[in-house]
């Protein structure tokens, strides 16, 4: 059983960047690709970017793809998605998430149903 505790949400202005940290303890971290998901209110939750168990894959959503980077340490057993010049529409809250998926170590996972664990997630704001 893994358990996910994200850190790093809070209110932002429009095009600046904020830095979200996901810590992993009670499992193998290297042994799981891991994602970040978001939700905003009233929607379902969205795949925004997901790295594989080798870290050397990494795959993000369209609306994301070149301001948002997503990263693991797995000395620390972490995962982590830098987020730049955000918009209003990146307003949510953002989920980290295990997956459960058996694949490639080099496999990027983006639908929701491949993964076993989340985190409670950290609400991220942006202001215009």
């Known amino acids: 059983q893994v358990q996910l505790v994200e850190s790093g949400g809070g209110l932002v202005q429009a095009g600046l960047s904020l830095g979200l940290s996901c810590s992993a303890s009670?499992?193998?971290?290297?042994?799981?690709?891991m994602g970040w998901f978001r939700q905003a209110p009233g929607k379902e939750r969205e795949f925004v970017a997901a790295?594989?168990?080798?870290?050397?894959?990494?795959h993000y959503a369209d609306s994301v793809k070149g301001r948002f980077t997503i990263s693991r340490n797995s000395a620390k057993n972490s995962v982590y998605l830098q987020m730049n010049n955000l918009e209003p529409e990146d307003t949510a809250v953002y989920y980290c998430?295990?997956?459960?998926?058996?694949?490639?170590?080099?496999?990027?996972?983006?639908?929701?149903?491949?993964?076993?664990?989340w985190g409670q997630g950290t609400q991220v704001t942006v202001s215009s």
């Open positions: 009670g499992g193998t971290f290297s042994s799981y690709a």
């Open positions: 998430a295990a997956s459960t998926a058996r694949g490639s170590i080099n496999a990027t996972p983006p639908r929701r149903n491949e993964y076993g664990f």
């Open positions: 790295i594989s168990r080798s870290g050397y894959d990494t």
